[in-house]
Nanobody, 121 residues
Framework: QVQLLESGGALVQAGGSLRLSCVVS???????MGWFRQGPGKDREFVAA????????LEADSVKGRFTISKDNNKNTVFLQMNSLKVEDTAVYYC???????????????WGQGTQVTVSS
């Protein structure tokens, strides 16, 4: 069983930065850790993923160059550094864990409760 707890969401002005954290409990050696987001009236959208052991990363085109996913194995934590935030980045951001290195939400088994990020103009 894997449990995920996100934090770090806030209200920020456009152009600002935030760092989201996802504390992971349970065995994660073979897991892929992902960040997804769901904006108002929108479907859940892939943001970024990282392989827990090897550190390979994947980012959505919409955030490439602005968002960075990383991890701290000693702290069992995955981060999402978000820079140059835009109003359209406003969403609930979810941390997820799965066994496939994939941008598809259906391949992730475990999900956190989400953290709200609001970007104002």
């Amino acid at each position: 069983q894997v449990q995920l707890l996100e934090s770090g969401g806030a209200l920020v002005q456009a152009g600002g930065s935030l760092r989201l954290s996802c504390v992971v409990s349970g065995r994660t050696d073979n897991y892929i850790m992902g960040w997804f987001r769901q904006g108002p009236g929108k479907d859940r959208e892939f943001v970024a993923a990282i392989r827990w052991t090897a550190g390979f990363t994947l980012e959505a085109d919409s955030v490439k160059g602005r968002f960075t996913i990383s991890k701290d194995n000693n702290k069992n934590t995955v981060f999402l550094q978000m820079n140059s935030l835009k109003v359209e980045d406003t969403a609930v951001y979810y941390c997820a864990a799965g066994l496939f290195f994939s941008p598809h939400a259906s391949t992730y088994t475990y999900w956190g409760q989400g953290t709200q990020v609001t970007v104002s103009s």
